[in-house]
């Protein structure tokens, strides 16, 4: 069974920045896979944070991502990267990386679709 493994999470000032990795264990290979950055805030649903296509890298950022949020691809350390500056109170939750043989608007826009593989999450905190 291949597990996700996320990363890089904490607490942080409003403000701040935080830089999140994804990556799989055991060598399993990322790249033919789209990769998606979900966040689930308490009591909330989960949503579509980020998205990284597997061939071409297109990248597909939530409105209030874009513009802070930066999503990478290092194909050589097979890990997945997000970037996130100028963190907001708002943006506080666990970050979970999903990989899937999906669009990237299939992926993003769709956080409670089938994934191929899922990581147990990472929290961030943003405090005011």
């Known amino acids: 069974q291949v597990q996700l493994v996320e990363s890089g999470g904490g607490l942080v000032e409003d403000g701040g920045s935080l830089r999140l990795s994804c990556t799989a264990a055991?060598?399993?290979?990322?790249?033919?896979?789209?990769i998606g950055w979900f966040r689930q805030a308490p009591g909330k649903e989960r949503e579509g944070v980020s998205c990284?296509?597997?061939?071409?890298?297109?990248?597909y950022y939530e409105p209030s991502a874009k513009g802070r949020f930066t999503i990478s691809r290092d194909r050589a350390k097979n890990t997945i990267y997000l970037q996130m500056n100028s963190l907001k109170p708002e943006d506080t939750g666990t970050y979970y990386c999903?990989?899937?043989?999906?669009?990237?608007?299939?992926?993003?826009?769709?956080?409670?679709?089938?994934?191929?593989?899922w990581g147990a999450g990472t929290l961030v905190t943003v405090s005011s």
């Open positions: 990284i296509g597997s061939s071409f890298n297109a990248e």
């Open positions: 999903a990989a899937a043989m999906r669009t990237l608007r299939e992926l993003c826009g769709d956080p409670y679709g089938a994934m191929d593989y």
């Open positions: 055991s060598g399993f290979s990322l790249g033919p896979y789209a």
